[in-house]
């Protein structure tokens, strides 16, 4: 099994940055897709950015520009930077890894906790 700790959330304000890690178990990034996804209330869970175990990344249109994911193979840790942050983007935001980028969000094997972001 994949363990995923994410770590970093918090509350800014619109226009402002944060960044959120997520911890993995052992060398999960050259093994499977790493991914970040985000639940707002009321809403359901939506894919924000991915990296594939090549290095590749993928972006859902919303947040193209503004994140950036990446991923410190050395340490097992995958990091979600964002900016220009707005109401819009408030949830909960969870990691996840799984063998295929390209599965649907409900098939995505591993999760983490999630981590809050807040905007205002």
């Known amino acids: 099994d994949v363990q995923l700790v994410e770590s970093g959330g918090g509350s800014v304000q619109t226009g402002g940055s944060l960044r959120l890690s997520c911890t993995t178990s052992?060398?999960?990034?050259?093994?499977?897709?790493l991914g970040w996804f985000r639940q707002a209330p009321g809403k359901g869970r939506e894919g924000v950015a991915a990296?594939?175990?090549?290095?590749?990344?993928m972006y859902d249109d919303s947040v193209k520009g503004r994140f950036t994911i990446d991923v410190d193979i050395s340490n097992y840790t995958m990091f979600l930077r964002m900016k220009g942050l707005s109401p819009g983007d408030t949830a909960t935001y969870y990691c996840?890894?799984?063998?295929?980028?390209?599965?649907?969000?409900?098939?995505?094997?591993?999760w983490g906790q999630g981590t809050q972001v807040t905007v205002s």
């Open positions: 996840a890894a799984d063998p295929y980028c390209s599965n649907p969000v409900n098939k995505w094997r591993y």
């Open positions: 052992g060398d999960a990034a050259s093994m499977y897709c």
């Open positions: 990296h594939g175990t090549d290095g590749s990344t």
